[in-house]
């Protein structure tokens, strides 16, 4: 009898841990990732991006699976010269599909309105970014 309960013991375990390292879902930790025309600043609750002449927010936590994340937000064109005090850009829905593997992260940026794909960034972790402001 003490070795079938040891037996389905062992085969419960195996079970559990066969589960566990099939999930692979981390949470980024807060940090700022920068590259060239972009920088990503991660928050608890998503982020913030700064892209040449525009801005966006991530408004959901980042957690990669297998390495992976897949995002919902929001962009904000920007516009050079001078802005009226009571101008708004209009935000636009946003999607921020990427991977992150060590301390490099490649971000793909989609306006989900017109499905209309602003690019694809590389940014590094703990790396000041490099855009350039609208004027």
């Known amino acids: 009898m003490r070795t079938h309960q040891s037996r389905h013991l062992l085969l419960a375990s195996a079970l559990a841990l066969a589960a566990c390292s099939e999930m692979t879902l981390i949470s980024l930790e807060i940090n700022m990732w920068g590259g060239d025309h972009i920088g ?62 060590g301390d490099r992260m490649t971000v793909t940026v989609t306006l989900t309105d017109k499905n209309e794909v602003l690019g694809t960034y590389i940014a590094w972790k703990g790396r000041s970014p490099n855009v350039i402001k609208c004027l």
């Open 40 to 101: 990503i600043t991660i928050t608890a609750t998503g982020g913030s991006v700064e892209y040449d002449c525009a801005m966006g927010r991530i408004d959901q936590p980042i957690t990669l699976q297998n390495g992976r994340f897949d995002v919902r937000g929001v962009h904000w064109p920007g516009q050079g010269g001078p802005i009226g005090v009571d101008t708004f850009p209009t935000p636009r829905p946003a999607r921020y599909q990427g991977s992150v593997s």
